[in-house]
């Protein structure tokens, strides 16, 4: 079956780790890209990426780090310079005729907890 | 940059009945495109339904639809026929910004 897949479902971090979440998708998708969601807010962007070996910064990129190797896969790492980091990772990908005008297929989430 | 304002945080319907979630959102551009995603318990988001700013018609997804006026930068979702899995949060998006989110409980 196509889709995405985040792991792990929930994460827990000591203050001062970094900590990478994955995502890893099958859709064939050239575009994938990483939402920070917290309660009463909607989703906010972290960052993406529209083709390999590229990504762009989005509204909220301060104290992440993302890669693209690869096309299938698009890690995010919370490093130790995001100040609130407890939330909930959405990743999601599209075909990337256009980031604006694409359908986005989210993966199930991973739920970050900072102890 | 444009922003998306969802002003109903949340609302209930009886199933079988019919529920409107409001959205606003504001853009200088001219061709854009607008989405409602929806996320049922299990955080999941999934796309409702997607319109094209130059399209007149407003798109029609089985029992959802939406009432798009390009003019008055609204675009609000409607759903007929309510269902208890259509128990959700609901997200308006205009790429990159998303509203709050408005959660919609169906009662049976």
């Known amino acids: 079956d196509g889709g995405i897949t985040q792991s792990p479902k929930y994460l827990f971090r000591k203050e001062g780790q970094n900590v990478t979440l994955s995502c890893e998708q099958n859709?064939?998708?050239?575009?994938m890209y990483w939402y920070r969601q917290d309660p009463g807010q909607g989703l906010r962007l972290i960052y993406y990426?529209?083709?390999?070996?590229?990504?762009q910064k989005g509204d909220i990129a301060e104290g992440y780090s993302v890669s693209r190797e690869k096309k299938e896969s698009f890690p995010l790492t919370v490093t130790s310079a995001q100040k609130n980091p407890t939330a909930f990772y959405l990743c999601?990908?599209?075909?990337?005729?256009?980031?604006?005008?694409?359908?986005?297929?989210f993966g199930p989430g991973t739920r970050l907890t900072v102890l | 940059a444009q922003t998306v304002t969802q002003s109903q945080p949340e609302m209930s319907v009886q199933e079988a009945e019919t529920v409107t979630l409001s959205c606003t959102y504001d853009?200088?551009?001219?061709?854009?495109?607008l989405f409602w995603y929806k996320q049922p318990p299990s955080r999941q988001m999934i796309l409702v339904i997607r319109?094209?700013?130059?399209?007149?018609q407003n798109a029609t997804e089985n029992r959802f639809s939406v009432n798009f006026q390009k003019a008055a930068k609204s675009f609000s979702l409607k759903i007929s026929d309510s269902q208890l899995g259509d128990t959700a949060m609901y997200f308006c998006?205009?790429?990159?910004?998303f509203g709050a989110g408005t959660r919609l409980t169906v009662k049976p």
């Open positions: 859709l064939n998708h050239d575009a």
């Open positions: 999601a990908s599209s075909i990337a005729t256009s980031a604006r005008g694409d359908t986005q297929y």
């Open positions: 998006a205009f790429w990159p910004r």
């Open positions: 853009t200088s551009e001219n061709n854009y495109y």
């Open positions: 990426s529209q083709i390999v070996n590229d990504f």
């Open positions: 319109q094209e700013a130059y399209k007149q």
